[in-house]
């Protein structure tokens, strides 16, 4: 006798709220819906009835009797006196073993064109507390990457957190399709926070390729999606990371971009009548970017591996949001512009990057080899203008003589091709050959 799946159902009875608690819609201005009741608190999840059917919001602030609502979706049939409903709960993003492979949106609802999710998923609420300082482990295990001149010369940690700092068109997105290809994580959550949607599915299909999507979790809200859903959509990913981590599993958590997630946080903030301070940024800004970067790292079983992306304007690294970021992350990869236009990739820019942690987990030998080859890139940097006016006289300078010698090899140990992966062994063994004779 077969048995009829009465699971989905029942599910959804343990979620049914059967005292509704209701209140009116007064006003609308801008992006924030004012009403009146219900008693609720700030991050509940509230429906406006329209005649298009229910609306979802999330309670955003209060203004003297008023609840200040701002739409998850689109506020079109939205009419004054409209009925609001409370729902009970903040948002909650889904995860599992069955999110593998798949893309949702920043409310957990799948865009891709396989279906609904299996009723088995389990709901995360996507507002979660950092853990504990002292129940994190210390880093201290190194995590290949498949990217040649990071596990060479900054090598990273299960646990740590990295930015990606870059102007547009630098190579960031690729980058981030290698490393999750390649990277020894065992599961990969993708947070895509206001890209354009064409960009999308070029980075799906070219960059993360159907062998990076089998292992990943992708979480997209577009730049045409409100404010809201791309906050919340860097909230739901970082949610689904911290699941598998639970799970005792090594999980890397990349967000692209942080500073798209900053500007939705201001366009909230400046709705809800926050004051703008520096170069426009509203406090809470800065009060979120901590909260939401320090849920990355270890903990008692597993680790998030972190990488952000951050968005530099004309390569300002002390701008508002690539300040913050830098002081709160673990290390950063700069992505140099000069590079790249000397068909340089990844064109990470030695001088400027670090890995804060480098020196707590690798080896005294790799240290001292990766410190000898920055010191002899960087001495042909000082000394490029004289060399490349042929102002330089061989034999004068040894040191300088080294590093035009050494040059050609750290240009070949810096370029990777796209789909080339590279173990973390054979990385470390090809920064060695650079210093042979």
Not at 61 to 70: E, P, S, T, V, W
Not at 314 to 337: C, F, K, N
Not at 396 to 404: F, G, H
Request: glycine residues 10%.
């Amino acid at each position: 006798m077969s048995t009829f799946p009465f699971s989905q159902y029942e599910k959804a009875i343990e979620e049914t709220d059967p005292v509704r608690l209701n209140g009116r819609v007064t006003q609308v201005v801008g992006l924030i819906v004012e009403a009146t009741g219900p008693q609720v608190g700030v991050g509940e999840v509230c429906h406006i009835i329209t005649h298009h059917g229910p609306l979802p919001c999330e309670v955003v602030g209060f203004r003297r009797n008023a609840i200040l609502l701002m739409p998850l979706i689109q506020t079109e049939g939205i009419h004054q006196g409209a009925e609001v409903i409370s729902v009970g709960r903040p948002l909650t993003a889904p995860a599992g073993i069955e999110m593998l492979g798949r893309m949702v949106d920043g409310l957990g609802q799948p865009i891709d064109d396989k279906g609904l999710l299996p009723a088995s998923v389990t709901q995360v609420p996507i507002n979660r507390e950092p853990p504990s300082p002292f129940s994190r482990k210390r880093i201290s295990e190194t995590l290949g990457t498949g990217v040649r001149v990071l596990d060479g010369l900054f090598t990273f940690g299960r646990g740590q957190r990295l930015g990606i700092f870059s102007g547009s068109g630098v190579g960031k997105s690729t980058l981030m399709g290698m490393i999750c290809r390649s990277s020894q994580a065992n599961v990969n959550v993708i947070g895509l926070i206001g890209e354009r949607g064409r960009e999308v599915r070029e980075f799906i299909e070219k960059d993360l390729g159907e062998e990076g999507l089998r292992r990943s979790v992708v979480v997209v809200a577009t730049s045409d999606r409100p404010a809201l859903v791309r906050v919340k959509a860097a909230y739901a990913a970082t949610a689904i990371a911290e699941y598998f981590r639970d799970q005792g599993k090594d999980v890397m958590l990349m967000m692209d971009s942080v500073t798209r997630f900053a500007l939705a946080q201001r366009e909230i903030g400046l709705a809800v009548g926050e004051p703008p301070t520096t170069r426009g940024y509203t406090p809470s800004v800065f009060s979120l970017l901590p909260k939401l970067l320090e849920r990355a790292g270890t903990a008692r079983h597993g680790s998030i591996t972190g990488i952000y992306t951050v968005l530099v304007e004309g390569g300002d690294m002390d701008e508002p949001i690539a300040d913050a970021v830098r002081g709160i992350l673990d290390g950063h990869i700069v992505l140099s512009r000069e590079m790249a236009q000397q068909n340089l990739y990844p064109a990470v820019d030695i001088q400027a990057s670090i890995s804060r942690l480098m020196n707590d987990i690798a080896s005294k030998r790799h240290i001292e080899v990766a410190n000898r080859v920055k010191d002899l890139y960087t001495t042909y940097q000082q000394a490029a203008d004289l060399v490349n006016i042929g102002a330089y006289k061989a034999g004068t300078n040894p040191k300088i003589d080294e590093a035009i010698n050494k040059l050609p090899r750290i240009n070949e140990f810096i370029k990777q091709g796209i789909r080339e992966s590279v173990t973390f062994e054979a990385a470390v063994k090809s920064l060695e050959a650079i210093l042979e004779k």
